[in-house]
T-cell receptor, first 109, second 115 residues
Framework: QKEVEQDPGPLSVPEGAIVSLNCTYS??????FMWYRQYSRKGPELLMY????GNKEDGRFTAQVDKSSKYISLFIRDSQPSDSATYLC?????????FGTGTRLQVTL | DAGVIQSPRHEVTEMGQEVTLRCKPI?????LFWYRQTMMRGLELLIY????????DSGMPEDRFSAKMPNASFSTLKIQPSEPRDSAVYFC?????????????FGPGTRLTVL
């Protein structure tokens, strides 16, 4: 079993839709739960992070962690064409990160 | 700060040639990471350094790959000899500890094509 599983997509949604991106993990030692966003031909950038189970909101973005199920989600409300990118979940053990393979999202007009 | 700087941005070389990728981390960061990204395998950690010392090189695919960090502001990743299967985007990232969170800042990447 892989440490992190993420559906690669691609996922295509119309502008204004709610998007749900998900990852499962197997390592109970992971400490921080992160979402990175990667635009085409750019490096990944940290979008959101959480430490504990529950929800964390930042504008149109909500990160959700369920440690009991080893499942994390990123929700995007009112999706915009500028949200088109690859979203990678990431999990930390101290200084080291383990990444999912990324889900490619396309938001169409 | 200019962020993480990588050079070259693109490299096209022939099989068997030596390739050297360069990275300048963000000033003050004490961790430096080298990743390789492909469609098939996603983002793979190759090696990382703490205070210029290699900590974990278990992701380096084979002896053809080597990495150095001679000082806090410079690191290289070398492939010798290069092979077509090394074609990928190579990212350098740096980080430091902010209250237990080690946010990694990525450079723009080097797109390597080995013919």
């Amino acid at each position: 079993q892989k440490e992190v599983e993420q559906d690669p997509g691609p996922l295509s949604v119309p502008e204004g839709a709610i998007v749900s991106l998900n990852c499962t993990y197997s390592n109970s030692a992971f400490q921080y739960f992160m979402w990175y966003r990667q635009y085409s031909r750019k490096g990944p950038e940290l979008l959101m992070y959480t430490y504990s189970s529950g929800n964390k909101e930042d504008g149109r973005f909500t990160a959700q962690v369920d440690k009991s199920s080893k499942y994390i989600s990123l929700f995007i409300r009112d999706s915009q064409p500028s949200d088109s990118a690859t979203y990678l979940c990431a999990f930390s053990t101290a200084s080291k990160l383990t990444f999912g393979t990324g889900t490619r999202l396309q938001v169409t007009l | 700060d200019a962020g993480v700087i990588q050079s070259p941005r693109h490299e096209v070389t022939e099989m068997g040639q030596e390739v050297t990728l360069r990275c300048k981390p963000i000033s003050g960061h004490d961790y430096l990471f080298w990743y390789r990204q492909t469609m098939m395998r996603g983002l793979e950690l190759l090696i990382y350094f703490n205070n210029n010392v290699p900590i974990d090189d278990s992701g380096m695919p084979e002896d053809r790959f080597s990495a150095k960090m001679p000082n806090a502001s410079f690191s290289t990743l070398k492939i010798q000899p290069s092979e077509p299967r090394d074609s990928a985007v190579y990212f350098c990232a740096s980080s430091s500890n902010r209250g237990g969170l080690y946010e990694q800042f990525f450079g723009p990447g080097t797109r390597l094509t080995v013919l």
